[in-house]
Structure formats: C-alpha cells, structure tokens
C-alpha cells in the first residue's frame, strides 16, 4: 500500500509561481510512473504531467506545456510540480497519482488515463486570482 500526500497549495495571484510536493510513503516508487492530475470545481478530474520511472520521460498537457515542470526525487520519494505564469483557469485542487505497473513502453495515451493509477493523494487546493 502507498500513501501519497500532497502539499504546497495556496492562493497566487496571476502570473506568479508555485510548487507542489507530494510524499510517497509506504512502499518505494522508485520503479513506477507518476503523474500529477487536477479537478476545478464542476469538472471532471484532467491530466496535467507525467513521468516515467526514469525521471527523463516526461508528459504534459497542452495548457500547462512550457509552464509547469514535473520532476522526482526517488531517494526522497517525492513528485514535484513546479508552476510559472499560473492562470485564473489553472485554479483547481490538484492530485498526484503512482501508476498501476510499470509498462514497457510508457505513452501519454497511458499517462493521461486515470484507470492507470492505483494510488491517489487527497490533493492540494491550488487557487490563482486575476
């Protein structure tokens, strides 16, 4: 079993920077694929980075690409996601994931499905004011 906690939510203002962390604990997730997903009220729950176990292949959305940077640090078992030049419609609570296995061949057609992930945080309020 993996807990995922995620932190570093908070309320920015347009054009600012933030960054989430999430802690893996329970088991290591060194060989596993992970991802950071969000959900704004009213919406159904998107994609928005991935990362394979390698920490070289990474996998963005279109409306964060260029923006947002996800990486990992395996000896701290810990996914981050650096955000610049938020946006009002970046506003959501945003949740990392570890996926179910790990895949030979690791697409974004495989990171962008939710059914992937076996372990979910509780996510982190992310709020960015216009």
């Known amino acids: 079993q993996v807990q995922l906690v995620e932190s570093g939510g908070a309320l920015v203002q347009a054009g600012g920077s933030l960054g989430l962390s999430c802690v893996a604990s329970?088991?290591?997730?060194?060989?596993?694929?992970m991802a950071w997903f969000r959900q704004a009220d009213g919406n159904e729950r998107e994609f928005v980075a991935a990362?394979?176990?390698?920490?070289?292949?990474?996998y963005y959305a279109d409306s964060v690409q260029g923006r947002f940077t996800i990486s990992r640090d395996d000896a701290k078992n810990t996914l981050y996601l650096q955000m610049n030049s938020l946006k009002p419609e970046d506003t959501a609570t945003y949740y990392c994931?570890?996926?179910?296995?790990?895949?030979?061949?690791?697409?974004?057609?495989?990171?962008?499905?939710?059914?992937?992930?076996?372990?979910w945080g509780q996510g982190t309020q992310v709020t960015v004011s216009s």
């Open positions: 329970g088991r290591t997730i060194s060989s596993y694929p």
């Open positions: 990362i394979n176990w390698d920490g070289v292949t990474t």
């Open positions: 994931a570890v996926d179910r296995s790990n895949p030979w061949q690791y697409t974004i057609e495989r990171a962008r499905r939710l059914y992937e992930y076996a372990y």
